[in-house]
């Protein structure tokens, strides 16, 4: 096995396909991603469960945001993967990829689908398609998922994707809207060993 140090994400190429989506990387120079990058983290419905670092309230911010999460790409820390209608070339929403600790090949997972997208089961083929790729193509052994205690789809999306609840992590979370107050975390997490979930009918 190689050395895990050696071990990075590979920034490029990446274009998944599968299940009638396309997972790309964002481009921070097409100017269509960055209004939809902003437009993704800015939609109340995104803001109720997550509180970015960057709070994006115009173009400026969002190229800020968004450079600093493909910086990730370029040193190897993590991939934010777009998602795209494979049809259509439609942006639906947003995976990513972090690693968190490379001596134990663990990383970490989160997802975020745009308004008009969700209820389609977007978020649950995506993450099944990023799923497969990180383990078969990255040396990861344990990926995590964490959503705010309360967010019941999120929870459902991390067990249909073979993401089992293993707990509680308190104050693990900003609360909403700010960076000086903490909320509760919801804790899923898949291993490398797991098998494959059974695909469910309907979403």
Known sequence: ????REQTFAPHPLDLRGDGLRL???DQGREEDVRTWLRGRADPEFRRWNTPLIMERGLADARESLASHLAEAAD???MPVC??????GAV?????LHVTNRTMRCGRVGYWILPEARGQGVATR???LA????FSELPLHRIELGHAVGHEASCRIAERCGYPAEGVQRGAMWEEGRHDAYRDCHLHARLTTDPEPEPRPGR
């Open 126 to 128: 995506a993450l099944r």
């Open 76 to 78: 190897g820390t993590g």
């Open 92 to 96: 639906l929403g947003h995976i990513g």
């Open 24 to 26: 790309r990387l964002w």
């Open 131 to 134: 799923t497969r790729w990180a």
């Open 83 to 88: 998602v795209t209608d494979e049809a259509t």
């Open 1 to 4: 096995m190689a050395d895990i």
